[in-house]
């Protein structure tokens, strides 16, 4: 393997940890954002909706963009948008302030998460073995920090803006000086792929990637937007400790995506995503049904080892079904991860006033027993890294990305 590969695995990992930080420090400080700026129960899950529909614009405009701007550009420029929108939410007095942080935050983050795993499905292609499950383990590292500051700030009652400000300043110059060597790949011309009626076959193709990944993000969004307000409310913990299930959740989409790379290349992507299928929908259920706080944290424990593999499993599959036009792909099914979020955080607020949240756990439950159905488009075609599929590894390099 090449140094300008190992390089660009290493400084795409960084950027995934990142971004880990960044969502984390958002989503664990709901309750706080909702305090300072006086946001009801009412108002909030549309604020929550309209990060996901920006970004999903975010990530449209990404497919496009890419035809004329290698997607290390866009990584490369988006993520400090992302850092500075961050510390605009903590700053800011007024609502009208937390909209324009918020959508700025939600347009910048379809941008990156686009570009980043286009540029991750691509160093798997050039690396000829699954390696997606790493990205999303150093996302999951990032998310563990990111929570971890959080409680930090709620535990010494720090202010938004002094919780957001010295993560900033620390990881904006290091991402700048990182993305001189994000590694570009070298697929053919999405309209290639995608004109006229080869568009249609692609969506066909692409659909049971979508609902699976649809599903998988109503999941973590319900993780990651309710489970502080669920643990605080429902199950009557301290605001201290209702910042601790995102954490634990994170630490254990680490352990599972860790490993999970070991688990593709011995049992194949269709046994690791039908197991985790199985351990999510039992986490949801033992949520649901969680009598205390700490046993609600053995569920998000169980979420956490389920939900890990969906996600990277899912961009990996898109970049094995279109291995000429794997941009176009990824960011089309990127929209779905939106979709998901948009779907879940106000579908779990909406059951949750009108029901009861216990029972609104219960929804995405039953959505992940029915990704058991889709789990056979993950089966390898075989892999598209071999058969005549794959170019010798140093042609897949591309690109490099040179200077700021």
Not at 18 to 39: C, E, K, S, W
Not at 128 to 141: E, K, P, Q, T, V
Not at 263 to 281: D, E, N, P, T
């Amino acid at each position: 393997m090449t140094d300008v590969l190992r390089h660009g695995r290493a400084s795409l990992a960084f950027c995934f940890c990142v971004q880990g930080v960044a969502f984390a420090l958002l989503v664990t400080r709901i309750p706080a954002i909702q305090d300072r700026y006086g946001v009801s129960d009412a108002l909030l899950p549309a604020f929550l909706a309209a990060v996901p529909i920006l970004a999903g614009i975010g990530s449209v405009s990404t497919e496009r963009l890419v035809r004329r701007v290698p997607a290390s550009r866009l990584l490369r420029w988006s993520q400090p948008v992302v850092l500075l929108a961050l510390l605009g939410v903590g700053a800011g007095e007024r609502m009208v302030e937390l909209g324009v942080a918020l959508a700025a935050f939600g347009l910048a983050v379809g941008v990156l998460d686009a570009s980043m795993n286009m540029l991750g499905v691509s160093l798997q292609r050039s690396y000829g073995r699954s390696i997606m499950l790493s990205f999303h383990a150093a996302y999951s590292l990032g998310g563990i920090v990111g929570a971890s500051l959080a409680w930090a700030g709620a535990h010494w009652d720090l202010a938004l803006w002094m919780s957001y400000l010295p993560v900033v300043l620390l990881l904006l110059p290091a991402v700048l000086v990182g993305s001189r060597w994000y590694v570009d790949g070298d697929a053919a011309p999405v309209e290639e792929v995608t004109a006229g009626d080869g568009q249609a076959v692609v969506f066909r193709w692409l659909l049971p990637l979508c609902l699976v990944m649809t599903v998988a993000y109503i999941g973590d969004s319900t993780v990651s937007n309710w489970s502080a307000k669920y643990l605080q409310d429902v199950l009557g913990s301290s605001e201290q400790l209702a910042t601790v299930p995102y954490n634990v959740y994170m630490v254990t989409t680490l352990l599972g995506r860790t490993i999970g790379d070991f688990g593709v290349r011995r049992f194949g992507a269709v046994a690791v995503v039908r197991g985790g299928a199985l351990v999510a929908a039992g986490g949801f259920a033992v949520v649901a049904g969680a009598p205390g706080a700490w046993v609600g944290m053995l569920g998000f424990t169980l979420l956490g080892l389920g939900l890990c593999v969906l996600v990277p499993q899912t961009f990996a599959a898109a970049g094995r079904l279109f291995p000429g036009a794997s941009d176009a792909a990824v960011a089309r099914l990127n929209v779905f991860n939106y979709v998901g979020f948009l779907i879940g955080s106000p579908l779990v607020g909406a059951l949750g006033d009108m029901w009861s949240y216990r029972g609104a756990m219960l929804v995405p439950m039953v959505l992940m027993l029915v990704t058991l159905v889709y789990a056979r488009s993950f089966a390898a075609q075989p892999d598209r890294y071999g058969g005549g599929h794959e170019r010798p590894r140093t042609a897949d390099v591309g690109r490099g990305s040179n200077g700021l």
